[in-house]
């Protein structure tokens, strides 16, 4: 422990060591007002638009009885039956810990006792609303395996989709301490024992290279909850090694990868790490969460382009796509960065929570109720909101939980200390020192805050105050009953005041906040501007938001609408001797709001405000500037030019597009195969197959002419044909003599194939005793090119 050399009378100021915490219950915490209270009460509302029935359903339907009411449409009705009610349960038993709300309570109750129906006419233990239950599980437990990356025997991610079966049922137990919910999840966990205890530690592997949520985690759990070794047995057994034993060397082998997929299995190697304490497990974790914190995020705290780790040197499809970084990364994220900080009490820890609670998480809920799946970076575009009666997707799962459970981490203790983490309005009951503290402010709308201590009698305890890695060296002012305290202490450390606590007894922290610039990790010119941890971004308009309120299509989570041009986004223009933040300016009488009017280019931007992201909503939005000297804006407008004019062409003639090899993208355009495989090349995505594999392209307005298909030069020995609806359209043959680069061929489409047909099922089948082309890009045209 490094210790501060100040010490005045019975005061003694320490930099926190690194050691374990505990966290208090979510029902020791209430956040008594402001921002996240706000935002706990529209997602309950959002909660309650919810039909219990329609989310059941699927559980009904599987155990053999009668539903009460039609599923949901979406992903509800697509193969990912029944995940939502997962999250239901989650979210429901979090909102009653952290609120007393009885119609929470009611809720939960209910959806537990149909449950409980389900099981029970299951028999087995069973519960889980995945199409074709029984056949699938029959088929796993005889050792017949057929494993992708989001696929499981021809079903869409079904140990994803039941990890949020046992996810929802243990939080029902942790967090609402209902037995029944204890009960089915040990007999639902014993039946997963049941179906899997046959099959090898290989089988299990290969099982495991499909999507599976945090099912080790999960697992880890119902051993804590009984003491029962078995569990911590199958926790193990399904960890999946391809990932625990590079990332506990510290290699980083993420690009590529689904990034969602991932998390959870590191949130589930630390929690097995704190229950065993493993070393390689934590290792993994640690490692895994340093090399996505500090090399794979943005400044608002989310990673991800299309769902997948794009290249650490490389963020340009970041800031092209429309695709940007997950809600659901950013939640499994706050998840293993919570049990880090459990495990260490280190700042850092909290320093990225509290970046990713605000600028991703907080913004991720329109505050009149929806959420998002997907916050673009690209200047100047916007965000889709779900809606409650057309939304099912896993961001919508995860966003009904986000809300409820902004309480978890403000507070921590070990033994005599109670750690202060976060700045928001909220009480804390310490039990064990028959204790309460009241925190009081209007953080970050004032840099301050005031923590109040109540007791009947005097208690000696430690108070753990959080100094801010945001916060200058030295800058950080404690009074305590109005005196100020002379500290010796750093950014990215606690500061540790021991007395004996009388009631009322006051403590007040000024934490003065800075403009800073935080560069995109591939250090390409882009800048995000903050103040303390807040992100500030500008609004740049609020035309052609197509389906900012998404439908119940597949596709309507993506903010489809026109792209800003690149050439007039919002960029900061300064001589090279010039200070960008000397040149940013707050607002008098507008707190957290500044103007960059010298540094703004073009001059229709030269208005803009800089405000807090999170408090930014159903508009077009730049979050980062591209940077630019006088002398290199020329350079840099014309060579944006020419992408645009292309990019805006390509745009405008495609009817449908899918990225091979890319989870979502697939799964949104019915992919179908037969011995087929995926992987990444030269950082792009592929597929091929020495059987065949499919997918349904959209035909708008029957108006495609030419399919255009991107492969890679090198691919020798390919023969394969490509059929449309059934019928061949070419016949392709690589001798791999096209060299080290990516090329597109396009094909014409007979107009008598397509002019009655809505959607267009492309199949790639290779030839007998041959392998596909790798597929790098299936683009569906309305123009002939050649």
Known sequence: MKKILAVLGIWSWVLSAQQSV??????????????????????????????????????????????????????????????????????????????????????????????EKAQQANGNGYVGGIPGSKQLWDEIKAGKINASSFGLNNRWVPLYNIHKTFNGLKDAWLHAEIPLAKDMLIDLTDWFMGVTENLSQEQIQDMLRSEHGGLNEVFAEVYAITGDKKYLKLAKDFSQ?????????????????????????????????????????????????????????????????????????????????????????????????????????????????????????????????????????????????????????????????????????????????????????????????????????????????????????????????????????????????????????????????????????????????????????????????????????????????????????????????????????????????ESLLDQIKPIAGKPLKFTASQLLYPDAYTDLVLQPFYKIHEKRYTIYFKTETPESLAEMQRKLEEQQKAEAYLRSITLDYVAPGEQQPESDHGFDSKDSNSGVHQNRHWRDATGWFSYDLRNKDALAKTLRITYYGKDAGRKFDILVNGQVIASPQFDGTQGNSFFEVDYDLPTDLVKEHEILNVRFEAAPNAVTSGIYGVRLLSEDLK
């Open 22 to 115: 505990d966290l208090f219950p979510l029902n020791q915490v209430e956040v008594t007002s402001g921002v996240f209270k706000e935002a706990a009460l529209t997602d309950f509302e959002y909660i309650k638009d919810l039909d219990a029935d329609r989310l059941l359903a699927p559980f009904l339907r599987e155990a053999g009885l009668e539903p009460k009411a039609k599923s949901y449409t979406n992903w509800e009705n697509t193969g990912l039956d029944g995940h939502t009610a997962g999250h239901y349960l989650s979210a429901l038993s979090m909102y009653y810990a952290s609120t007393g709300d009885l119609e929470a309570k009611e809720l939960l109750d209910y959806s537990l006792s149909e449950l």
């Open 241 to 577: 090694l391809a990932l625990l034993e590079p990332l506990a060397a510290n290699e980083d082998i993420l690009t590529g990868m689904h990034a969602n997929t991932q998390i959870p299995k590191f949130i589930g190697f630390e929690r097995i790490n704190q229950l065993e304490a493993d070393q390689e497990y934590h290792n993994a974790a640690s490692n895994f969460y340093d090399i996505v914190t500090e090399k794979r995020s943005l400044s608002i705290g989310g990673n991800s382009v299309r769902e997948h780790f794009n290249p650490v040197d490389d963020f340009s499809s970041v800031m092209s796509s429309e695709q940007g970084p997950e809600s659901c990364n950013t939640y499994n994220m706050l998840k293993l960065s919570k049990l880090l900080f459990e495990d260490t009490a280190e700042e850092n820890y909290i320093d990225f929570y509290e970046r990713a609670l605000y600028n991703h998480i907080l913004s991720t809920q329109n505050p009149e109720g929806g959420f998002v799946y997907f916050t673009p970076m690209r200047p100047g575009h916007y965000r889709v909101y779900s809606q409650p009666e057309t939304s099912f997707w896993c961001c919508v799962g995860s966003g009904m939980e986000n809300h409820t459970k902004y309480n978890e981490l403000i507070y921590a203790k070990a033994e005599d200390k109670l750690y202060v983490n976060l700045f928001i309005p909220s009480e804390v009951k310490w039990e064990e020192k028959q204790a309460s503290l009241k925190q009081e402010t209007r953080f970050p709308e004032a840099n301050f805050t005031e923590l109040i201590w109540q007791s009947r009698k005097k208690t000696k305890a430690t108070l753990m105050l959080r100094y801010p890695e945001w916060v200058a060296a030295g800058a950080l002012k404690v009074y305590v009953n109005g005196k100020l305290q002379e500290l010796e202490a750093k950014p990215g450390s606690y500061i540790a005041l021991e007395r004996k606590w009388k009631n009322g007894d006051r403590i007040r922290m000024e934490m003065p906040m800075h403009l800073s610039l935080e560069q995109i990790p591939d250090e390409s010119g882009y800048v995000s501007v903050k103040y303390g941890p807040l992100v500030l971004a500008a609004v740049t308009g609020d035309e052609d938001q197509k389906g900012m309120f998404a439908d119940n299509s597949r596709g309507g989570h993506i903010a489809n609408g026109p792209f800003l041009p690149l050439t007039k986004a919002p960029t900061f223009v300064a001589k090279a001797d």
